[in-house]
T-cell receptor, first 114, second 112 residues
Framework: SQTIHQWPATLVQPVGSPLSLECTVE??????LYWYRQAAGRGLQLLFY??????ISSEVPQNLSASRPQDRQFILSSKKLLLSDSGFYLC?????????????FGEGSRLTVL | GQQLNQSPQSMFIQEGEDVSMNCTSS?????WLWYKQDPGEGPVLLIA?????ELTSNGRLTAQFGITRKDSFLNISASIPSDVGIYFC????????????FGKGTLLTVNP
């Protein structure tokens, strides 16, 4: 079974500072990878997904970006954080090889922008 | 885009009571999923439904995939304090669609 590691688990950053959240996946190869954001403890918003190395699809226009430098590594970045970027960021990958929609989530990274 | 309407938004119940929550969609899904999220953690899959009309149980949880493929419900019987959390429904269109659409969640509070 797969394992998703996210770090840092918690982050407090000032407005205008850069951001880098990292997600690595074990136990699977060539997975689709997803970044979701959850604001105020409710609702999961899909930010980015990737079907392979270097392939990123953006769902919501914003000041965030994503990269996939390796098969099992997915990075969420920002050059200048906004207050509205605060939230709980979740990395996910399919729970099985088939495209049935079942996603397995990491433990999340909580970002507070002050 | 696809939207899911999940209700109720929150529930306050006594331990031992049964709970029911549901989701409706403006479009058809091939898979319906129910997740639970404990505070500060990522969502965990509870039940997956793959066929219209399917009724599936997982312990005290029962979920159904609506015949129209546009709705699903989740029931929890004999609730216990550890059932507290946020429950999300999610729909998947199947095929080359890589995206999962989530409801906004039902916050469940169980009073001992």
């Amino acid at each position: 079974s797969q394992t998703i590691h996210q770090w840092p688990a918690t982050l407090v950053q000032p407005v205008g500072s850069p951001l880098s959240l990292e997600c690595t996946v074990e136990g699977t190869s060539n997975p689709n990878l997803y970044w979701y954001r959850q604001a105020a403890g409710r609702g999961l918003q899909l930010l980015f997904y990737s079907v392979g190395i270097g392939q990123i699809s953006s769902e919501v226009p914003q000041n965030l970006s994503a990269s996939r430098p390796q098969d099992r590594q997915f990075i969420l970045s920002s050059k200048k954080l906004l207050l509205s970027d605060s939230g709980f960021y979740l990395c996910a990958c399919p729970a099985s090889g088939a495209n049935t929609g079942e996603l397995f989530f990491g433990e999340g990274s909580r970002l507070t922008v002050l | 885009g696809q939207q899911l309407n999940q209700s109720p938004q929150s529930m306050f119940i006594q331990e031992g009571e049964d709970v029911s929550m549901n989701c409706t969609s403006s479009s058809i899904f091939n898979t319906w999923l129910w997740y639970k999220q404990d505070p500060g953690e990522g969502p965990v899959l509870l039940i997956a439904l793959y066929k219209a009309g399917e009724l599936t149980s997982n312990g005290r949880l029962t979920a159904q995939f609506g015949i129209t493929r546009k709705d699903s419900f989740l029931n929890i019987s004999a609730s216990i304090p550890s059932d507290v959390g946020i429950y999300f429904c999610a729909g998947h269109g199947g095929g080359s669609n890589y995206k999962l659409t989530f409801g906004k969640g039902t916050l469940l509070t169980v009073n001992p």
